[in-house]
Each structure stands twice: as structure tokens, then as C-alpha cells.
């Protein structure tokens, strides 16, 4: 099976801006725990844009990408962060072709 990668963009209003970088770090964290198969989970904030921002996911496989976001931490962590969101997030599956440090 070929990697799988996730892209999600989203936006909050400035007073959140520190709130939603805490939770995003909890969910690298939860991931971490409840996802070890995950490869990579990046999250970034537009330096043009505060309150803007994206993050990435990288799983080997879709069997990896399916345990995403059923744990408990994940999951309560998620929803904290869709909570403070100025409209729903974009988000996008991803099948990897180039790149640097894609798993082979």
C-alpha cells in the first residue's frame, strides 16, 4: 500500500490564536500515544496570515490512517479545536508521489 497524507486548513479568530496552537500541540502529543504508527503530523500558522493555518499528516499506509482520531485523547482534542474555528476546516487525502523522507 502506498503512503496516504492528510492536508487541513482552518482559521480562528486572533483572541484563539493561542488556544488553537496549544491544541494542536496536544494532538501531536495524542497522536504520539494513540497513533504510533503515524509517520509525521506538522501543524503551521501562516506568517502572512495569524490565525491562519495548516497542518500535516503522513501515514504509511490506510490501515495507519484509519486509526486516526479514535482515540480518546484525539478525539476530545479535535473537538476542541473544531470548537474554536471562525468556519468549518478544508481538509484533503493525499496520495504522496515526490518527495523528501516519504517512507519507500
Known amino acids: 500500500m502506498p503512503p496516504l497524507a492528510v492536508m487541513f486548513t482552518f482559521s480562528v479568530?486572533?483572541?484563539?490564536?493561542?488556544d488553537a496552537i496549544a491544541i494542536l500541540a496536544e494532538i501531536?502529543?495524542?497522536m504520539t500515544i494513540e497513533e504510533p504508527?503515524?509517520?509525521m503530523h506538522v501543524s503551521h500558522?501562516?506568517?502572512?496570515?495569524?490565525?491562519?493555518f495548516a497542518f500535516y499528516e503522513l501515514y504509511p499506509d490506510e490501515a495507519a490512517f484509519k486509526v486516526?482520531?479514535?482515540?480518546?485523547?484525539?478525539?476530545a482534542a479535535g473537538s476542541r479545536l473544531n470548537a474554536l474555528m471562525e468556519q468549518p476546516g478544508k481538509g484533503f487525502?493525499?496520495?504522496p508521489v515526490a518527495g523528501v523522507g516519504l517512507p519507500t
Open 13 to 18: 479568530p486572533p483572541e484563539k490564536i493561542d
Open 28 to 30: 501531536s502529543a495524542a
Open 37 to 39: 504508527a503515524a509517520l
Open 45 to 52: 500558522q501562516r506568517a502572512d496570515k495569524p490565525g491562519s
Open 68 to 75: 486516526h482520531g479514535r482515540g480518546p485523547i484525539m478525539k
Open 93 to 95: 487525502i493525499l496520495n
